[in-house]
């Protein structure tokens, strides 16, 4: 999907004045990304605020919900053409009581009515992005003065509701491992079995026998095999695997389920 650049706005104040804004509708993005096997997740943070958020925006009446998603991803992060998932609506009636915009307009020194629509309440869609973690460019924008990468369970203080966001993010990557093949979003193109087993462990949680995990995947019918990885040390070398380009898994299945492993 092309992204419209020209929606983007440049500074805050620009963004203050837009008038063709859904009302009380936001996008947040859930940017994961796999390193030294730990599981994180893209945070940035904001101007002259101890703040940390997600990559998120309002969304244009002219645009789909996924559009404005890409569209808000690539004016954050300047990443695009990448895995994008609905996952979750997020919609507590207290879910933005710590109102970040009214201190980021007075600490810049901008003044707008108290019953501007960025004060009002705002009803959240939540997208899942899983990417490859040497993948990513992030840089700072007109609102955020950083973008860094946290472990899932170490994050900073965070805006609004967006550690809850976070945390149903993570829950609905667990659920869907297999159907959304999250693993080939966060992966190489090309990676051992062992590369595969840690990525599985960390997500779930949980360890799995690698003769076990092996067999289970390889029924998938989901990898390649391709070339073995020799790296100069005495050990064995491995087979390096990629994910095939079009990946049906009907079972819904992990790949080793708990009551296996506890045989």
């Known amino acids: 999907m092309k992204i419209n650049t020209e929606k983007n706005k440049e500074t805050l104040q620009e963004l203050i004045d837009t008038k063709d804004f859904v009302a009380h509708v936001s996008v947040d ?6 390193h030294n096997n730990i ?4 945070l940035l943070k904001y101007h ?3 703040l940390w958020s997600l990559p998120g925006g309002f969304v244009f009446n002219d645009e789909d919900l996924r559009e404005a998603a890409e569209r808000v991803l690539y004016e954050r992060t300047h990443l695009k053409d990448i895995f994008l998932k609905q996952f979750h609506t997020f919609g507590r009636i207290d879910r ?3 109102n970040v915009h009214q201190i980021l307009l007075r600490n810049k020194g901008i003044e707008v009515p108290k019953d501007h ?3 009002q309440r705002f009803i959240t869609v939540g997208y899942c992005s899983l990417i490859d973690f040497s993948i990513a460019n992030t840089f700072p924008d007109a609102f955020n003065e950083t973008c860094e990468w946290f472990e899932v369970s170490k994050l900073p203080k965070m805006a609004f509701d967006h550690d809850r966001i976070i945390e149903t993010g993570l829950e609905y990557l667990r659920m869907n491992i297999n159907t959304e093949v999250a693993a080939s979003n966060l992966l190489p193109e090309k990676f051992t079995m062992k590369d595969l087993q840690c990525l599985y462990e960390t997500i779930l949680g949980q360890k799995f026998r690698r003769n076990n995990f092996q067999r289970k995947i390889l029924s998938l019918n989901i990898l390649d095999r391709l070339e073995k990885l020799y790296d100069g040390s005495a050990n064995k070398a491995p087979y390096l695997y990629k994910f095939k380009k079009r990946i049906y898994n009907p079972t819904n299945q992990y790949p080793i389920s708990n009551e296996e492993e506890e045989n």
């Open 29 to 34: 993005c859930t940017i994961f990304g796999f």
């Open 39 to 42: 599981l994180k997740v893209l």
């Open 48 to 50: 002259d605020l101890d």
């Open 96 to 98: 933005t009581e710590n």
């Open 117 to 119: 629509w960025i004060f």
